[in-house]
């Protein structure tokens, strides 16, 4: 037994070494020499540094395998080898082609200089495929930021001499993608129509192919949550929410179909309003008192914001630079109401540093620093920051601005980053008019807001018809001495030429101005004007009036303008108030002696959850001759088209009918009074037509002198005209064609049933 256990184990033992012994051995090969074939651009020594293969060492196949690996990964060649040979290793490589030229084919839309800008990839350098994959995909995006996301971008080469290789990029266009049609969900208050006009994007319309906001901007979406969500809760609905924003593409890939889907929640107003303080010797009155809100106004956010930054501004008044006010909110939902307590507390003291600006190439410094009411070693108020940052948005200067505060130098200390991206700031217009009496008038301007990045404004506005022409020079500085106050300069040149006068008149004006806030929605102007002013080209057939008054003479005057604007600052959105009131007195020497006052007023409301919009306009004006002689026709007032619709400019008021021309004289004292209504028709929102009615009334009437004209009633009568408009939302502007109908007139008065004009807004 124990013999046939030996044999067993000897048997074992063979059998483990035969075994061994069929086992395949690693690979081992001695680095003799290295050698490179193939490279033409590429050193050899590159290609050695790649290897990384030392003469005299031995190294597996798995490390020769890595050494090929780093040469490919280079990206410098199309092929590798490494061949071992009885003296050493050879590497044999195939270069990459160099780019010869890059071009861009199938492209009708963007220019070849605008997509090239997006390619990474140059002549002269090594053409990877990767890279122009990357480039490939770089324009795809790019067409697709353009609203085409159809676009395909394919690359390929064209083989050349000398390893030189031509790029092109086959572009596919592909049509834009528009929003057919934008629509929302869980919005009982506001119907789509006017939610579509509360957000940037627009469904495409008539002119599609010039209009830009109704093709489909992804980046476009999260601005118009925010606006929807700015829109409801300035009006009181403060758990207002955009749940989603769903996104579909037609079959074609050429419209979207965008959907917001809301949650509006109830609307809420103010209820009770306190005022508290952590301070003992504050006077808590003083602060109520310059509250300017009261129970059940509607809830915003803004208005609050307003309120706050007032308390503060009496805080710092009184030399609590360190007081911040903490608005507490307590919810009343049985009610609807925000009860709102305003309490006093003591803030860290924390100081500004420093300002930091970045990214403004064109724009000054100072521009953007004046923005701010803080400066370096204030006392630090998050809210101003904010409020200066919404102030620098505002200028319209940048096409982004983003304002950060950081840690400073020491724990109390904080700077300020400011950051911002400017955009094109000029602007050349065209216009004009067409009634149905004078024709056509085409008006041409030019305009540049952030002149030489001083943020000084200057325009060019030249203005002509059939009947008369003017050119306006305009310059201002809005921050004249480092302060709220801005320096106009004005220049004009005006001629007239009207069918119904026999004379001409030609003026050329200049007047500096200064203005300045007297309110938180008023501002007073003060200005200086000199003037030539000529009555020209007067016949023997002309009115005995005007010939009495023919004479070139120089009016030097000095006036003010007071403007009190509740309709775009007002606190309450669906209402507002704008009154102006000035006087002009001439007789600061030059020939004319005269006190002129004008004054007018807007109201405005939007009823029917703003679907419709009432407005009344009233304007007003008396001049009165302060010398011995009689006022004249280039000092009286006239009333024109758009002050009383239905009748032509100049139509109404006095004329003598003595004359052959039955020549307009103007008037001494005048008064209009419009009464409209906008709303929209029921037509498809990418129309951009809506309509309106209208009621207007007005006289003009009184002259200082009417000797030698027998034929002359310059007596107060009332006129009246109804009529209907169209409103049509184009590229060129917002056009408004009106249809007047006179309902009470003179027989002498010339009447217009037709025009169209540019819209404009107060």
């Known amino acids: 037994m124990g013999r046939a256990f030996s044999q067993f184990l000897r048997s074992i033992g063979v059998g483990l070494f035969v075994g ?229 593409l037609s079959r074609e890939r050429d419209a979207t ?72 909110v307590e919810r009343n939902d049985r009610q609807l109401t925000l009860d709102i307590d305003f309490a006093l507390v003591r803030g860290p003291r924390v100081f500004v540093e420093r300002i930091d600006i970045e990214g403004n190439q064109t724009t000054l410094d100072r521009v953007i620093r004046r923005q701010f009411d803080t400066v370096e070693g204030d006392p630090f108020n998050p809210r101003e920051i904010r409020n200066a940052a919404e102030r620098i948005r505002a200028l319209g200067f940048f096409s982004a601005a983003d304002v950060q505060t950081r840690q400073g130098s020491a724990s109390d200390q904080v700077i300020v980053d400011v950051d911002v991206e400017e955009q094109p700031t000029g602007n050349l217009s065209f216009g004009g008019s067409f009634n149905d009496d004078t024709g056509f008038a085409v008006a041409i301007g030019f305009s540049e807001r952030n002149f030489l990045g001083r943020g000084q404004s200057v325009a060019v506005d030249v203005v002509t018809g059939d009947e008369d022409a003017r050119v306006v020079l305009s310059f201002g500085e809005p921050a004249f001495l480092g302060r709220d106050l801005r320096l106009g300069l004005d220049a004009e040149y005006s001629t007239t030429d009207f069918e119904n006068a026999s004379f001409d008149t030609r003026t050329i004006s200049f007047s500096p101005s200064l203005a300045f806030p007297v309110g938180e929605n008023a501002r007073l102007s003060l200005f200086y004007k000199i003037a030539r002013e000529e009555i020209v080209n007067v016949s023997a057939d002309t009115s005995p009036i005007i010939q009495a008054e023919e004479a070139d003479l120089i009016r030097s005057s000095i006036g003010y303008r007071y403007t009190l604007d509740y309709l775009r600052g007002g606190l309450n959105p669906n209402r507002g108030v704008l009154l102006t009131f000035g006087q002009e007195l001439a007789g600061l020497g030059g020939d004319v002696e005269t006190l002129s006052t004008t004054v007018r007023a807007v109201a405005q409301r939007d009823i029917l959850n703003e679907e419709v919009t009432l407005r009344a306009i009233f304007d007003g004006g008396v001049i009165n001759s302060l010398g011995d002689d009689s006022t004249r026709v280039t000092d009286r007032f006239f009333l024109g088209a758009s002050q009383l619709r239905g009748f032509e400019s100049r139509g109404v008021g006095p004329r003598d009918t003595g004359a052959v021309e039955s020549d307009v004289l103007g008037g001494n004292k005048y008064v209009s009074l419009r009464f409209e209504a906008d709303f929209p028709l029921g037509l498809p929102e990418e129309y951009g037509i809506s309509g309106g009615v209208f009621y207007d009334m007005g006289s003009l009437w009184d002259l200082d002198n009417t000797a030698g004209a027998a034929l002359v009633d310059d007596s107060f009568e009332l006129r009246s005209s109804v009529g209907v408009s169209l409103f049509w939302t184009t590229p060129i502007g917002p056009l408004r064609l009106n249809f007047a109908k006179p309902i009470k007139k003179n027989d002498l008065d010339e009447e217009n049933t037709f025009a169209i004009t540019i819209s404009s807004q107060f």
Do not use: C, H
């Open 20 to 248: 061994l012994l069929a086992l395949p051995a690693t690979a081992q090969t001695r680095v003799g020499s290295v050698s490179v074939e193939g490279t033409q651009r590429v050193p050899p020594s590159t290609v050695l540094s790649f290897a990384d293969l030392t003469p005299g060492e031995v190294v597996s196949d798995g490390e020769l395998n890595d050494a090929l690996q780093r040469i490919m990964g280079s990206g410098l060649f199309e092929t590798a080898e490494i061949v071992p040979t009885g003296s050493g290793i050879v590497i044999t490589v195939v270069e990459r082609p160099t780019i010869n030229r890059i071009s861009i084919e199938g492209n009708q839309r963007l220019d070849d200089d605008e997509l090239l800008a997006v390619v990474s990839s140059s002549p002269r350098r090594v053409y990877t495929p990767t890279t122009a994959a990357a480039d490939a995909a770089a324009l795809t995006d790019y067409y697709a930021q353009r609203s085409r996301l159809a676009a395909q971008v394919t690359p390929k080469i064209i083989r050349r001499s000398n390893n030189r290789v031509d790029l092109v990029f086959e572009v596919s266009e592909g049509r834009v993608v528009e929003n057919e049609r934008i629509s929302f969900v869980g919005n009982r208050a506001f119907s789509d129509r006017r939610l579509r006009r509360v957000i940037d994007t627009k469904q495409a319309g008539f002119l599609r192919q010039i209009i830009g906001r109704d093709t489909f901007v992804p980046e476009r979406i999260a601005f118009d949550r925010q606006l929807l969500t700015d829109f409801y809760r300035s009006r009181g609905y403060v758990d207002f929410q955009v749940l989603s924003v769903t996104t579909e």
């Open 257 to 328: 179909f965008l959907t917001f889907n809301l949650r509006e929640g109830q609307a809420f107003t103010i209820g009770d309003i306190s005022v508290s303080s952590e301070f003992e010797n504050v006077d808590i009155g003083a602060y109520r008192n310059a509250l300017r809100i009261k129970p059940g106004q509607t809830w915003s956010p803004s208005l609050i914001e307003e309120q706050i930054a007032r308390l503060e501004r009496l805080a710092l008044q009184q030399g609590l630079e360190f007081l911040r006010v903490d608005p507490r």
